[in-house]
């Protein structure tokens, strides 16, 4: 059976692509627990791409089946749970230092408070290239500390994809906040 475009409409709940973001956001808490437990594994790498890898089947079940509300305000949590909730983890093992996590969180953070105010005035805020870049990076610092033979071995390459990164998480964000401030949308906050 072929899948039709626009299956769900706007309001839906129970959609294929939140089904995969509920996925998500169950089996995150048994990756941070392997990653405070074991570190960089074999089983905890595997995971990890399982989970990143959901981000894009759920982004394309939303395009084929329609885009909801519940499922634009649920993915970006559920990304930023797992990335974040991984990032610390990795903070509380000591392989990243909290200084590149905490940039991270604070932006990922002001950016989905933003996003919240604006969307109860109507206002949707679409993911900009660059923060596809951005997330895509924090993925790979990520994954790169989880993969053994760098993450028990090299870690200094996960630390330095961090700092690229920050870089590209701040850079993002300032482009919001340009957007924001040429639209108005900062009286709305």
Known sequence: MALRTGTFGPSAI???ANGVTLARVVMTPLLLAWIVDSGASWPAEALWIVLSL???????LARRHGSTRSGAFLDPLADKFLVLGAMVCLVHIDVFGWVPVALIAAREIAMS???A???TKGVSIPARRSAKLKTVVQD????LALF??????????ARLVLWVAVALTLYTGAEYLRDARSRGDLHAV
């Open 14 to 16: 129970a959609t294929p």
């Open 148 to 157: 053994p033979p760098i993450g028990d071995h090299h870690a200094g390459v």
């Open 117 to 119: 105010v604006v969307g």
């Open 140 to 143: 790979l610092a990520v994954g």
């Open 54 to 60: 959901t981000d894009g089947i759920d982004g394309f």
């Open 113 to 115: 408070v933003y996003r």
